[in-house]
T-cell receptor, first 115, second 114 residues
Framework: EPEVTQTPSHQVTQMGQEVILRCVPI?????FYWYRQILGQKVEFLVS????????KSEIFDDQFSVERPDGSNFTLKIRSTKLEDSAMYFC?????????????FGPGTRLTVL | AQSVTQPDIHITVSEGASLELRCNYS??????LFWYVQSPGQGLQLLLK??????LVQGIKGFEAEFKRSQSSFNLRKPSVHWSDAAEYFC????????????FGAGTILRVKS
């Protein structure tokens, strides 16, 4: 069964450093998402991406964040200068269409710890 | 804006007992509603979803949920819980008017005692 994969599973970084979180969505999916979950809080939407453009972003997704699909398989989230409050579990998801009733398939997450 | 409330942070049930996890949403029209489950070290897996039609929806692993518009609820049920059902359960809502992002509740951690 196809699945979304994410690497690394755990990333530890120093405050102010850049991190790149990687995701491989399901191969025939066209819509990609990043969500995050700060420990003890809700899973929150960050950004959606389609056709090499951001479709929608939340107010969390400020200039420190960027997304990219550098090749035909990977989808990345970059945090330019990490802050302590960026520590969270980051989930990548993909879906086949843009319709809100479509299932989004989630990866296992990357736990980011900023020291 | 949409919002989802899961009033129970933790629930403990005995193996073989029935289960109901509560979910209430806030949205002006009929939203699309989802239940996801997350086991330790795993991603979020879709259990079931509602977007139209029959208000009682069946999902995987023996779960079902009922959409009640009058109560703005979408509670998840299972008649007989198995130890492997221990996990965290998330209710989520989406609506095309708000793009196709999911808005999640805070989650309910289910513990199963033998």
């Amino acid at each position: 069964e196809p699945e979304v994969t994410q690497t690394p599973s755990h990333q530890v970084t120093q405050m102010g450093q850049e991190v790149i979180l990687r995701c491989v969505p399901i191969s025939n999916h066209l819509y990609f998402y990043w969500y995050r979950q700060i420990l003890g809080q809700k899973v929150e939407f960050l950004v959606s991406f389609y056709n090499n453009e951001i479709s929608e972003k939340s107010e969390i997704f400020d200039d420190q964040f960027s997304v990219e699909r550098p090749d035909g398989s990977n989808f990345t989230l970059k945090i330019r200068s990490t802050k302590l409050e960026d520590s969270a579990m980051y989930f990548c998801a993909s879906s086949a269409t843009r319709f809100a009733y479509n299932e989004q398939f989630f990866g296992p997450g990357t736990r980011l710890t900023v020291l | 804006a949409q919002s989802v409330t899961q009033p129970d942070i933790h629930i403990t049930v005995s193996e073989g007992a029935s289960l109901e996890l509560r979910c209430n949403y806030s949205y002006g029209a009929t939203p699309y509603l989802f239940w996801y489950v997350q086991s330790p070290g795993q991603g979020l897996q879709l259990l079931l979803k509602y977007f139209s039609g029959d208000t009682l929806v069946q999902g995987i692993k023996g779960f079902e949920a009922e959409f009640k518009r009058s109560q703005s609820s979408f509670n998840l049920r299972k008649p007989s819980v198995h130890w492997s059902d221990a996990a965290e359960y998330f209710c989520a809502v989406a609506a095309q008017e708000y793009g196709n992002k999911l808005v999640f509740g805070a989650g309910t951690i289910l513990r199963v005692k033998s």
